[in-house]
């Protein structure tokens, strides 16, 4: 935890004086404050526009329970009122994905019955169950199958809404829950999901925990991309195995810190961030003269509104569908909410919405608006409408062809979804292959990144002008050697795409490596990496072997990830895999020991598991002039240095860098002692190298201050 994590758990940890919150659902008393948004109105209270206000306001506080793990309200004191949106299309289309995948897993069996308990703010999912031969229930009835949509967070006393579903449930009968995941809140930095009349805000972990204590048996569970990720849990009444996907998805939840109070404790920063971006948004788009209006009356938008202090003079209106919000204001703000109608007359130059998920539904609505900017968590201008892709050459399974698009990317000029990193220095003579070889692939957006690190040998000329004939291509030539390490960081950093990848100066590639790798990772939610298998070539492009990857990469318990990437022989080709890059900016990044590029890999291991291609993708050059072959292990340590110290120690400080990347993975508490356990094999198979670098060290130690010279190069 750093310490700005410890200062926002600390100043939110401690409940008013007098105050003691009991657990909505366990009752228990202990828990944190992980995110307080301070006073805010109620979001579903939309006063006529010509109230002058100002409008009630309420605390409003994320507290997280210490015992079971459910994040919920502290405390709400607002009275609900009638929803007053409408059901967007992209909610009903999940609902119809939904149905589809949980009857494909047997759940929904003709004839049986059914009970619903739907969310207040509308949608309901009965006319397909119907459809399928499921038959509805009266009130009160028990069911062979209860449904609950975004319904049970709506509940302050989650323990009896819980029991009243699970009491409704036959024996053997399914109870299927959908929610907006606490992990997704995180991930995405949706801290303006926070809002009164939702009580429970629930991970994976802490749900099917509520679930077992009540009686069921969590068994299997979907993922959606709704909202930015929604999750279908279904629970039987009676014994049951958590099947795979469930697994993954707790590990993969628990591994992200949905249920650790500190790393929840970092949505507090994303508020000020999003603040300052939206308000900084509006302030340059009005400077410029751009009119600028909303779209999406919604009740994340009310916070956010009011936290980046945006009213009527930066945003003047804000459209919605709904005809029951037109002429009223948003709480707050008091920016007008007015129909389509006025939105689409007035011409704005860009339309912010406040809802990311209706983006395809109102451009198919309102074809006379094309500058649709996504408001949160910054803004961000809507990715162009996807297009057909020309055919690919080959495909490698019965899945469409076609290249994935990217997310929306923030104001300005769009980067593609993939960086390639390519750090070089004097990359002759393998360079121009190299470079063609990654320029030649295909079905997918890429930028490639040169940086070049003080080339001496024609290495800038041969860039530059592939610079100015490819605009994929970008250049970059380093004032100073930084040495190899940092060279490769500097690159992840000053790169935008969401997917990142490093390519060697002297290997090269399939022409279909990189569709490959995006579609592994696209596949699996929780994957941070993708690679593929490997061919090994010589200086001739001659194949000398292929590699395949001997580890667990995939395995769901990040231990087990973890103790086959530090102990089992193999050439570490995952390096060279597709990484997301936020997941990559969590990490230590490469450390300036060697092996570090190991010790990277088992660190992303703990993030989550890697997705494997296994076609041989990549094509590995081994050559006498490769950096790891040219130098002493000494030498080597010196050119990285940065920090001018004289003394090497190189297996203790690849020791002291395993222990900080494990320290600084997501995993807390059973599992992080698991995961410092699990480094006990390397440290005992490294004792003699290391008591030889401590020899050594006190030995050159002793020459620098008894004479002169430099430390032994042996």
């Not at 828990?31 to 209270?45: K, N, R, S």
């Not at 949106?85 to 939904?98: F, K, R």
């Not at 819980?162 to 995180?186: C, M, N, Y």
Request: hydrophobic letters at 40%; glycine letters at 8%; charged letters at 20%.
């Amino acid at each position: 935890m750093d310490t700005d994590q410890k200062s926002v758990v600390a100043a939110q940890g401690k409940p008013a004086a007098g105050q003691r919150h009991a657990c909505r659902f366990c009752r228990g008393g202990h828990g944190l404050v992980v995110l307080d948004l301070h006073t805010q109105p109620a979001c579903d209270h939309f006063p006529a526009a010509t109230d002058p206000g100002p409008d009630p306001a309420y605390p409003l506080q994320l507290w997280l329970c210490d015992n079971c793990g459910l994040a919920q309200l502290l405390d709400d004191p607002t009275v609900p009122e009638e929803p007053r949106a409408t059901e967007p299309a992209a909610l009903a289309e999940q609902a119809a994905d939904a149905v589809h995948r949980v009857a494909a897993a047997g759940l929904l069996p003709e004839g049986a019955t059914v009970a619903e308990y739907g969310s207040p703010h509308g949608g309901s999912w009965l006319p397909r169950l119907t459809e399928r031969g499921l038959h509805p229930v009266a009130p009160g009835e028990t069911a062979q199958v209860v449904l609950d949509c975004f319904g049970l967070m709506h509940h302050a006393d989650q323990a009896a809404a819980l029991k009243e579903r699970v009491d409704r449930l036959e024996p053997g009968g399914v109870l299927l829950v959908q929610f907006h995941s606490l992990a997704t809140i995180l991930r995405c930095g949706q801290w303006n999901a926070l809002r009164h009349g939702h009580y429970a805000y629930y991970s994976t972990p802490a749900l099917a925990r509520m679930l077992t204590v009540a009686g069921l048996s969590p068994r299997a569970a979907w993922v959606f991309d709704l909202y930015g990720g929604t999750v279908l849990l279904a629970a039987v009444k009676g014994p049951a195995a958590p099947e795979p996907g469930l697994s993954a998805l707790l590990i993969g939840e628990n591994s992200l810190g949905a249920t650790d109070p500190a790393v929840l404790a970092t949505l507090q920063r994303q508020v000020s961030v999003s603040a300052e971006a939206l308000h900084g948004y509006l302030t340059q788009r009005r400077a410029a003269g751009k009119r600028v209006l909303g779209y999406g009356a919604a009740s994340r938008a009310v916070a956010l509104l009011c936290a980046a202090g945006v009213g009527p003079e930066l945003l003047p209106a804000v459209a919605d569908a709904s005809p029951a919000k037109h002429g009223r204001r948003m709480p707050g703000s008091g920016v007008p909410v007015v129909a389509p109608a006025e939105l689409i007359a007035a011409a704005p130059d860009e339309v912010l919405l406040f809802l990311p998920d209706l983006l395809t539904e109102v451009r198919a609505a309102y074809p006379e608006i094309t500058g649709w900017v996504i408001a949160e968590p910054e803004p961000r201008a809507a990715q162009p409408p996807s297009r057909e892709e020309p055919p690919m050459s080959a495909p490698t399974d019965d899945r469409p062809a076609s290249a994935p698009r990217p997310a929306p990317t923030l104001i300005g000029k769009a980067p593609a979804p993939i960086a390639i990193g390519f750090p070089v220095r004097n990359g002759k003579p393998y360079l121009q292959g190299a470079l063609d070889s990654l320029l030649a692939q295909r079905g997918v957006d890429f930028e490639l990144h040169i940086a070049d690190n003080c080339s001496d040998d024609g290495t800038e000329d041969i860039c530059r002008e592939l610079a100015a004939k490819d605009e994929r291509v970008h250049y970059q030539r380093r004032t100073e050697n930084v040495g190899v390490t940092a060279n490769h960081n500097l690159l992840v950093r000053e790169v935008n795409s969401p997917y990142f990848l490093w390519a060697a100066s002297d290997d090269a590639s399939h022409p279909d490596r990189l569709r490959l790798l995006l579609e592994a990772l696209e596949r699996d939610p929780f994957a941070v990496l993708s690679f593929s298998a490997a061919r090994q070539i010589d200086s001739n492009g001659n194949t000398l072997e292929i590699w395949r990857n001997p580890c667990r990469t995939n395995h769901l318990d990040p231990v087990a990830r973890l103790r086959d990437l530090i102990g089992l022989e193999h050439e570490n080709y995952h390096c060279y895999g597709l990484m997301k890059r936020d997941v990559l900016l969590r990490t230590l990044l490469l450390p300036p020991v060697k092996n570090n590029d190991r010790i990277l890999v088992a660190e992303l291991a703990l993030h989550g598991p890697f997705a494997e291609v296994e076609q041989d993708l990549l094509f590995h050059r081994l050559h006498e002039r490769r950096l790891t072959q040219s130098v002493s292990q000494r030498d080597w340590y010196r050119q990285q240095r940065t920090d001018g110290r004289k003394l090497v120690l190189p297996n203790v400080e690849e020791a002291g860098w395993y222990l900080k990347a494990v320290r600084n993975s997501p995993l807390r508490g059973t599992e992080l002692g698991r995961a410092l356990w699990a480094l006990r094999p390397w440290f005992q198979a490294n004792a003699v190298p290391m008591a030889r670098n401590l020899a050594r060290a006190a030995v050159d130690g002793a020459r620098m201050i008894t004479g002169p010279g430099r430390p032994d190069d042996r």
